[in-house]
């Protein structure tokens, strides 16, 4: 099985990055996030629970821009206004699955060899899941809700990432610098406090980013099969839940919010793979 | 009849057979990057007879390589070749379409590359590739390019044909290989070959059988243009020579007037600063090296041996199980201020038994002292307090330096163990760099963005810092343009005669070796088959594979030419 | 070392090879390395197996509180207060009363003849619940797959090294195919084509008709996904120097694209394939659920709604062994066609 690489990452060509307008645009989102989670009556155009019957179900138009929903709810402001929660979670998933890829893979490339074998074999073991389903088995287990969804996300993405680190780290390890350092008469632990881990985990905030947009894609699948946070709250995976009743009729219910998901994850990606070539660029 | 035989006979066709296959006047190329024009071959101007070979030599950089790319129209993506002159077998190729070109290459052009490894296909059998050139020019239907493949394979040389053939190039040896790529690039019979630094990168065993493979076809009538950095082998082929730098021809004659008349003070230095047993003694480069008299004499070492290795074994287990004993009983002792160089081809066992001497690979059999107490024999925490005695500068530097760090902190962190205030250790650093011939302009600078002859010297003030009695230099030259090398060469010469640091070089250039080495070790198969001074080993050598060797060196005696050949 | 009689002009006498050892000794031990090879791999999987299993059956002793009640409860739906007598046939038909080994013991050798346990909400095997969705599913999966081979293939043929701001687009559409959130591309094709081309039917079924939107939507991100990998090593193969040496025969540059670079490039797609199995498995749950096409997707959506764990951790270990399984495959194959890149 270890043979076989499988890059956990997509490997973005480094051209998409270098476009500036990309990062622009991705910069540009990323404030606008940050507004509406932090405060979203700034953006909203209207009052996110206020019902309005008359107006259910209006395509996108001047006075809503965004359509309203089955209880006439403007759309757009739903959007902003869960933003908060869906940021959240993302971010809270993310990170849960970087901690656990991080504890996993470190062990797996530095620990002494019985104990490395095992966490290596035990990663390659919850690799065989595939994410989403590693992450409805701990829903069934534990029960749909947000805090549940951030630990289920995690989980399921941090074998992949798992795997990345330890590659990293053993590639490090092996390095010919280490082998220097080492004739140089350096100690072990020297040499993984000074070469190894740095160079190993130089790459993480870069990674991290690009599991931010995994994270919140994964959420919102997770939400829109009813199993993450219900309705009537605006997290956008709620939203994507609540529309689907309505998808032949109303389909931007489920089509904008997607949408504003994707817009997130590219703008995440592309801020990831840039910090990514810029810190390689003092290297080789 | 077949393609052999017209070319053997011209008069068969009934034509008159032209003078000169190829010409070409003022040839120029640049590149246009970013809008901005990069000159890359500035002025290229030589004629190719039947049977003739012309040599264009050169470092990195020169723009030998672009030259003969862009003679079959192959200069790369981006690039302006321009010309007053370009004409092959009498037919303007300056406006050749690309489907010209296509039809000239392989057919009227054969191009061989350097390193069969990389340039066949790995994924493909060796007749595929050498059939190529056959389909690709609508030649013979299956059949007859099945037989054609075995016969230009029992041409070049490769037994058992029939077997190989079906082969990946893989499963081939080094030599085997070579010729399987010889054989693919003549397929069709070419009456022009260029061969791209044919013999880079190879044993000097197999290098001498490509040779003889050139030498062949200029017999059978072809025209040769032959690109490399080694005069040496060069001298062996050429009629004619260019020397080429920074996209300028500087000197271009008959190989007797080049070599043995230089007149340009480049090509001088490049003749100069070619090591072999007759520079033994001198200095190899122009450049003055710096004041290494300044160089502290390394810890007095009372007296006895530095470095002794006895009966060193090292196994390695393939995962398919079977064991390769890449060391097999390998002793040797290394005495202060003296230089022992082991030499061997690929796959003879010297890089581990230099890695075994410094304790970098467990023993599985013998013992190693340093400085007359146990190496091998002790743990590493024990070994570590010894470690300043003994340092290793590598082929590659740059992958021995950490990619984050400048070469300030490369330095510093170098003298962490010996040095203990920051000031002591910051006026050694300036020491270390005024020793190996650099400015204190570098400190600042990264690995990446330093010369390869710089990076190196950096690599050896790393490997000073500690004052090391010995220092294993494991392909430390083999890597570098032969005008940087012979620079590096006369530092390590300084520095041992003013510090009296002991060297084990290890290398497969038999030249480097017998220049700089006070004593030699001939290394097969992991085992020692001849040692001596480097006069018995080259003058007197007793063993059939060093005799071998010594033989397969390309003979280059640049005092021999000039007095007339 | 023998000298031959090839001593011409350059340098006396170089040696010609040794003859080879015979071919047919050749193949035998080389047969042998690939037989120990594939071993080891196979010895590999086969752990891997076990400790998923071992993860399946610790998962399912994760529910709080007594699974017998819980049991009594999800199948009733309602949660209450069980007698002793409620509890034991419960008890004695799941072997709750047995030692955890004893019931991990049970459970791998059920594992191995085919049987995943008992469903906690009906009243039947769980292979029997999955078997009855299984094809659908898979044959969704497979014409992914394919379909995602065909985009990227032809894709990356296409647009790789054909200087930068082709290749800029190129890989540009590669990160945002691979992406896209399965429910919301479905959702836009199914608007798009379903309703409002009318190309294909809203409501899938079994057909032909029934997969090609579906089959699309796991498709494009995965092809995005591979195409990533493929494109830059695609774009590394171009430059390496059999290429260039093909071009000297003579090639063309299509030539040299689809006889020689295609296969290097394939390389880590292939790899992908066997992970790609199980991704889109697993995509197909949240797929199905779109197109209302039947399948083991909402049968898992229902299981984990109702808290069915046996059901959830058999489709989880199931989809498990084909993803370890189809691996082993590709992975065996690599060793047959290049042993090369086994040897680092």
């Known amino acids: ?284 | 009849m077949t393609i052999s035989e017209t070319i053997d006979d011209p008069t068969r066709l009934g034509l008159d057979w032209p003078t000169t296959r190829l010409r070409v006047e003022n040839l120029r190329v640049a590149f246009a990057v970013d809008g901005a024009r990069r000159d890359v071959v500035t002025g290229v101007s030589f004629a190719l007879s039947p049977g003739e070979c012309v040599a264009i030599v050169g470092e990195s950089g020169s723009g030998k390589s672009v030259t003969a790319r862009s003679l079959v129209g192959l200069a790369g993506r981006n690039a302006i070749v321009e010309s007053d002159t370009f004409e092959l077998h009498h037919e303007d190729a300056r406006s050749y379409t690309a489907r010209q070109w296509r039809r000239v290459r392989g057919r009227d052009v054969g191009f061989i590359l350097q390193d069969a490894l990389v340039s066949l296909d790995p994924l493909r059998p060796v007749r595929a590739e050498i059939a190529e050139a056959l389909r690709l020019h609508r030649w013979g239907d299956r059949a007859a390019r099945s037989r054609r493949v075995i016969e230009l394979l029992t041409r070049v040389g490769v037994p058992f044909p029939e077997v190989r053939a079906r082969q990946r190039p893989g499963q081939l040896s080094g030599g085997l290989r070579q010729r399987a790529l010889i054989a693919s690039a003549i397929a069709l019979d070419p009456d022009i070959v260029i061969a791209d630094e044919p013999t880079t990168a190879l044993d000097v065993t197999v290098q001498a059988q490509v040779l003889a493979e050139l030498e062949k076809m200029k017999q059978r009538g072809a025209s040769l243009i032959l690109i490399s950095h080694d005069l040496s082998v060069v001298a062996q082929l050429a009629d004619q020579i260019l020397v080429m730098q920074g996209g300028a021809v500087l000197e271009q004659g008959t190989a007797a007037e080049v070599l043995g008349a230089p007149v340009h003070d480049y090509t001088k230095a490049l003749i100069a600063a070619v090591p072999s047993e007759h520079t033994r003694g001198r200095t190899l480069s122009p450049t003055l090296v710096p004041a290494a008299a300044n160089v502290e004499a390394s810890h007095p070492i009372s007296h006895g041996p530095v470095l002794e290795a006895t009966g060193l074994v090292k196994r390695f287990v393939a995962p398919d199980g079977t064991v390769n004993r890449a060391v097999d009983g390998v002793s040797f002792t290394v005495e202060a201020g003296e230089t022992l160089g082991i030499v061997g081809e690929s796959g003879s066992g010297k890089s581990t038994t230099a890695r075994l001497a410094l304790g970098l690979e467990k023993l599985d059999g013998g013992t190693v002292r340093l400085l007359g107490q146990d190496w091998s024999a002790v743990n590493e925490r024990r070994r570590r307090r010894l470690r300043p005695r003994i340092s290793v500068v590598y082929q590659d530097p740059l992958s021995s330096f950490d990619p984050r760090w400048n070469v300030e902190r490369i330095l510093l962190d170098a003298l962490r163990s010996t040095e203990f205030s920051k000031a002591a250790r910051r006026s050694r650093v300036l020491e270390l760099l005024d020793m190996v011939g650099l400015s204190a302009e570098v400190l600042g600078r990264f690995p990446l963005r330093l010369s390869g002859g710089q990076r190196q010297r950096v690599a050896i003030a790393r490997a000073l810092a500690s004052r090391p009695s010995v220092i294993v230099l494991d392909e430390a030259v083999s890597a570098l343009d032969v005008t940087i090398q012979a620079q590096i060469l006369d530092l390590l010469v300084a520095l041992q005669r003013s510090s009296g640091v002991s060297y084990l070089f290890i290398s497969h250039d038999l030249g480097v070796i017998s220049h700089l080495s006070d004593r030699v070790l001939v290394m097969k198969d992991g085992r020692v088959v001849e040692e001596g001074t480097p006069d018995e080993i080259f003058k007197r050598p007793q063993h059939p594979y060093t005799r071998e060797l010594i033989a397969s060196i390309p003979d280059f005696d640049p005092v021999a030419i000039a007095a007339g050949s | 070392m023998t000298l031959t009689s090839s001593s011409r002009g350059v340098a006396a006498g170089p040696a010609v090879e040794p003859a080879p050892p015979l071919p047919t000794s050749r193949r035998a031990s080389r047969l042998r390395i690939v037989a120990l090879v594939v071993a080891r791999k196979v010895a590999a999987a086969l752990v891997v197996l076990w400790g998923a299993a071992t993860v399946a059956f610790f998962a399912q002793l994760a529910l709080p509180g007594d699974r017998a009640t819980v049991i009594l409860n999800i199948r009733a739906g309602q949660a209450q207060q069980r007698t002793a007598a409620e509890l034991a046939p419960i008890n004695a038909e799941y072997g709750l009363q047995h030692p955890v080994l004893q019931q991990y013991w049970d459970y791998l050798r059920g594992l191995v003849a085919g049987d995943f346990g008992t469903s906690y909400q009906q009243f039947r095997p769980v292979t029997s619940i999955i078997g009855e969705q299984l094809g659908a599913t898979a044959t969704l999966s497979v014409t992914a797959i394919l379909f995602a081979w065909v985009l990227m293939v032809v894709w990356v043929t296409l647009t790789a090294g054909r200087g930068s701001r082709v290749g800029a687009l190129g890989s540009l559409v590669d990160v945002v195919a691979a992406g896209l959130p399965a429910y919301w591309l479905g959702i836009i094709l199914l608007l798009v084509f379903a309703l409002g081309l009318r190309w294909f039917p809203v409501i899938g079924g079994t057909g032909v008709d029934g997969l090609i939107l579906p089959a699309l939507t796991l498709a494009i991100p995965l092809a995005g996904f591979m195409a990533q990998s493929t494109r830059a090593e695609f774009e590394r193969a171009l430059d390496q120097p059999f290429v260039i040496s093909a071009r000297m025969r003579g090639m063309s540059d299509w030539g040299v694209r689809l006889r020689h670079v295609l296969r290097h490039a394939s390389i880590p797609a292939v790899t992908l394939s066997g992970w790609a199995l199980g991704a889109t498995l697993s995509g197909a749950v949240i797929v199905e659920s779109i197109f209302s096409r039947p399948g083991i997707g909402s049968v898992l959506v229902s299981a984990v709604n109702s808290q069915d764990l046996p059901v959830v951790v058999g489709i989880v270990t199931l989809v498990a062994v084909f993803y370890v399984t189809a691996n082993l495959i590709v992975d065996i194959a690599y060793t047959l066609i290049d042993p090369r890149l086994e040897a680092s």
């Open chain 1, 1 to 284: 099985m270890t043979a076989i690489r499988v890059t956990a990452i997509p490997t973005i060509s480094t051209r998409l990055a270098r476009l500036p307008w990309g990062l622009y645009a991705a910069g540009a989102l990323v404030v606008l996030l940050g507004l509406a989670a932090i405060a979203p009556q700034l953006l909203a155009t209207s009052d996110p629970y206020a019902l309005d019957y008359p107006a259910a179900l209006q395509a996108p138009s001047w006075a809503h821009w965004f359509g309203t929903d089955e209880s006439g709810r403007d759309l757009y402001s739903r959007i902003v206004y869960g933003t908060r929660e869906s940021l959240l979670i993302g971010l809270g998933a993310a990170g849960v699955g970087i901690v656990l890829a991080l504890l996993l893979g470190s062990l797996a490339a530095l620990a002494i060899k019985p104990a490395a074998v095992v966490v290596d074999r035990f990663v390659e073991v919850m690799f065989a899941f595939p994410a989403l389903l590693l992450a409805l088995l701990l829903i069934a287990i534990a029960g749909p809700s947000a805090a549940t969804e951030i630990f289920a996300v995690g989980l399921g993405t941090a074998p992949g990432y798992a795997r990345m680190i330890r590659g990293q780290v053993l590639a490090a390890k092996n390095s010919g610098y280490v082998e220097a350092a080492t004739a140089l008469g350096h100690s072990r632990a020297r040499i993984v406090r000074a070469h190894i881990l740095p160079n190993a985990l130089r790459p993480l905030v870069a990674v991290f980013a690009l599991s931010v947009g995994q994270s919140i894609v994964w959420a919102s699948s997770l939400s829109f099969l009813g199993l993450g946070v219900a309705p009537p709250s605006s997290e956008w995976g709620a939203l994507l839940d609540a529309g689907r009743a309505y998808i032949t009729q109303a389909g931007w219910l489920v089509v904008v919010p997607g949408l504003v998901i994707v817009a997130v994850a590219l703008a995440a990606t592309t801020i990831g793979r840039h910090l990514q070539i810029n810190l390689e660029k003092g290297e080789r």
